[in-house]
């Protein structure tokens, strides 16, 4: 058996979730393209590894999209990030989505190579939005990983290939 397994996220989990979204956020709420969204209620995931809660990954469904609005990852290189995408490409195609976007800012590198690995691309760039961002949510840090300036949001998506069948 697989030391990795992926659960909906029920109520039971809002303590844990809370506790992975302020350490990764400061609140459980994130700014994106000027808007403040609270993330605690959003559909999810949780990864256990080795029995452990060991990732979150948060979405919404709008019209034709998904959104994925939280991606956190407690162990690295153990392919948990990787199966929540994978959990979360099984809802686009389920709800017949074209797409998965999501923002992150430009000083998350490893993340947008992440994301580039699993097929996104860069679908816009949004020069000098955390500085908008900062007026609604001032927690946001000016440097953020490996000491560099955060100011642009990174939008990053995933065409859905919808095969003839719902995936399980």
Known sequence: MSPLVIKSKTTQDTEFVRTLLTAQFVTT??????????????????????????G????????????????ISLIPAQGIGTALIEEVKKVAINEDKKNIWLI???DNISGIEFYKKRGFYVKNVYKNAVEQSRKIKPEIPLTGLENLPITDEIELELAIEHPYYKVQ
């Open 29 to 54: 709420s994130i700014v994106r393209k000027g808007e403040i969204h609270d993330v605690i209620n959003d559909n999810g995931y949780i990864a256990y590894y080795n029995g452990q809660q060991s």
């Open 56 to 71: 979150l990954l948060t979405y919404l469904l709008h019209k034709d999209t998904v959104e994925v609005t939280s991606l």
């Open 104 to 106: 992150t800012t430009n």
